[in-house]
């Protein structure tokens, strides 16, 4: 009997245990974070910014079309003389300009910067969507780290309900013995106090697991009450050689390929510099009306309206050798860039490599502790068995009680480290997110 109690308490699937709970499956708490996370929606935002700068417009391909209009009144007193000897002195001369026109101007050749700004812009799109990803895997990581809590302080509880089950037994063993006249009573107040303390243990953890709720809640950002729980214990996926990691570690961490991306966006700022070595050319028409009305004066009227094309040239031979030293300066950056995109992938390899070797560790833990902990609750099993017969002692049965919770606390350890350092494995090699 006791050791199907065992069995319900530890092993049962979770969401049996919470019929009348609301249940979130890992499944549906990785939806939630995607959804709502505040940190995501921001990234969001930035790549939404970054892929609407993203035009031919911004890159200069374009022509510019504006409208210019200006007119002036104006009273004058105005005195002239004329050479063929014709004089005009007139006070309080009334005169009225007006200029309006449509101009359009359109680079056709600036040194092919137009081109270099477009890929930039591409890349800084990519930027954006690289970032994204990279704050989705971080969120990713950290609802997986905070949900598996969760299940490893369910089980921790489950287990401390085990426990105070057999100090229950105890003290009803104890107390049929002390009436008996075959018991003392330390037995019975030993036991009551490993029950106590047990109960005390419990509260601690139920506290734990309220707090991990609620980080939970928040990095999700559900409007739930932390009366939930989770319907499966820890599972674990296949992990991969040492050499197949690596190769997708440099393949595919979106830290590199980052780090990558900002030496494309370097070379682009270099092409973009060099371009102001070479000459522009652009093409300019315009549309005009203009108006002059004067009360005196030689013209009292002047109009023009018509249309006008023309091109414009220049090419800048010497400007202090500022271009020259600009583009110096962006090579050097260009240098810096490549030099981060090393040092970013030897240390997502060198933390690939630490989290495997823990990872080997951590599942032989996890085979040695699953082992224990049917050691531990097949010796607990027998010596309570003989404290209910009578040829066992209070002393032996609490001290294979003892190393029954200390499996069962080593155990959910060991299972919530495995499945870090699986974690850990997973976001470095980009296993969280597909790429199209």
């Not at 426990?163 to 003392?184: F, P, T, Y």
């Not at 996890?366 to 902990?373: H, K, P, S, T, V």
């Not at 499945?419 to 494995?425: D, G, I, P, R, V």
Request: aromatic share 8%; net charge positive.
């Amino acid at each position: 009997m006791l050791r199907i109690a065992f069995y319900i308490l530890l092993f049962l699937p979770l969401g049996c245990l919470a019929q009348n709970q609301s249940l979130l499956t890992y499944q549906q708490v990785i939806a939630l974070a995607l959804q709502g996370n505040y940190d995501i929606q921001i990234a969001q935002n930035d790549a939404k910014i970054s892929a609407t700068q993203n035009t031919i417009g911004n890159a200069g391909f374009l022509p510019r079309l504006d409208i210019l209009a200006n007119g002036n009144l104006a009273t004058n007193n105005t005195k002239q003389n004329f050479s063929s000897g014709l004089e005009v002195n007139q006070d309080n001369v009334k005169s009225s300009t007006l200029n309006s026109g449509a101009y359009l101007t359109w680079t056709i050749f600036d040194g092919l910067k137009m081109f270099a700004t477009k890929e930039r812009l591409n890349q800084l799109e990519r930027q954006g969507e690289l970032s994204l990803k990279i704050q989705m895997e971080n969120t990713i990581e950290d609802v997986t780290l905070l949900y598996y809590q969760i299940v490893r302080q369910i089980q921790l509880i489950k287990g401390i309900e085990a426990a105070m089950n057999v100090s229950e037994e105890r003290i009803k063993i104890a107390d049929k013995k002390l009436a008996l006249g075959s018991g003392s009573n330390v037995e019975v107040l030993q036991a009551k106090l490993d029950l106590n303390a047990q109960r005390s243990n419990r509260i601690t953890q139920k506290y734990l697991l309220n707090e991990f709720k609620n980080n939970l809640l928040v990095l999700t950002k559900t409007n739930l009450n932390t009366d939930f729980t989770v319907d499966t214990f820890f599972s674990f996926d296949g992990i991969k050689s040492m050499d197949e990691i690596r190769e997708r570690v440099g393949k595919m961490n979106r830290s590199i390929m980052f780090a990558q991306n900002n030496v494309a966006i370097a070379s682009q700022n270099i092409k973009e510099l060099r371009s102001q070595k070479l000459p522009t050319l652009a093409l300019t028409s315009n549309y005009i009306f203009a108006r002059s009305k004067n009360e005196a004066g030689f013209a009292l009227l002047n109009q023009n309206l018509g249309y006008n094309t023309g091109f414009t040239f220049s090419w800048n031979l010497f400007n202090g050798l500022r271009t020259h030293n600009q583009v110096q300066v962006a090579k050097i950056q260009q240098l810096s860039a490549e030099l981060r995109v090393q040092r970013t992938k030897d240390t997502a390899i060198s933390a690939a490599q630490s989290a495997y070797t823990r990872w080997l560790g951590d599942k032989e833990i996890l085979a040695i502790e699953e082992d224990n902990i049917k050691l531990s609750e097949q010796s607990l099993k027998i010596t309570t068995e003989r404290l209910r017969l009578g040829l066992g002692n209070f002393l032996e049965t609490k001290e294979s009680q003892s190393s029954y919770e200390e499996a069962i606390t080593r155990l959910v350890n060991a299972r919530y480290n495995l499945k870090q350092s699986e974690t850990t494995l997973k976001k470095l090699t980009g296993e969280f997110l597909k790429e199209n």
